[in-house]
């Protein structure tokens, strides 16, 4: 797949909080398991993203039949959790930054290629990772959506000044694999007998949009 990564005019440097009902105007984007349908799940998830230069923005909309996520630290294993998470590379090598993140807002995140020496970035500079989380129930479902805030800084071994322009190859994905119905939905299909979100080879390419034409809640009068 190809995603058109939408430029937002951001000029108060608003938090999650300022930006969350603003993004309602971008484009949304399904996750499905069409990876692996023979685990069937009623799991639902999409997402939005955009990016003002400096921070890529992205918001994920969570429908969970079951809650199990854990206040757990920086680094941890928040896949066990309802998770959502974001993988990108930004060159032609085999090395990517893999960002997940459980439905408290817990992150963590590491660089390398896929043969698993990865390894995890400082939690300070996971820190810089702005988000915000809300819940709700709805029936028997378990709703959640989080925003994503990540700067420029986050991506260490690159030194970004800024996305705009930036040509990348990436994935996004929901699990949870300590849940009593294990599920794993993906944006680009993933070819592989298993799970296993670790493929960079199939990820999708995104094109960061230059600032014109911009995407702001202006859209929506």
Known sequence: MNLTVPFFKDETGGSPADLWNKLEALPSHDLNNSSWPHIPTSCNASFKIAHTSKYILIKFFVTD??????????????????????FISFDESDNYYNLEFNAFGTGKVAYGDKSGRR??????????????????????????DILLKIPTEVFVYHKLRSFEGQNAKANFFK?????????????????????????????????????KPAVTDEIKR
Request: charge should be negative; proline fraction near 7%; charged fraction near 25%.
């Open 65 to 86: 039949d079951y809650f199990a996520s854990i206040n757990r630290p920086i680094n941890s294993d928040v896949h066990l959790d309802n998770c959502v998470e974001f």
């Open 119 to 144: 390894k995890l970035l400082n939690e300070d500079v996971i820190g810089k990772i702005r988000t915000k989380v809300e819940w709700g129930n709805e029936g028997e479902s378990f709703n959640w």
């Open 175 to 211: 699990c949870g694999d300590g849940l009593p119905n294990p599920h794993y939905l993906c944006w680009n299909r993933i070819l592989s007998a298993l799970p296993d979100f670790h493929r960079p080879e199939y990820f999708g390419s995104i094109e960061f949009m230059p600032i």
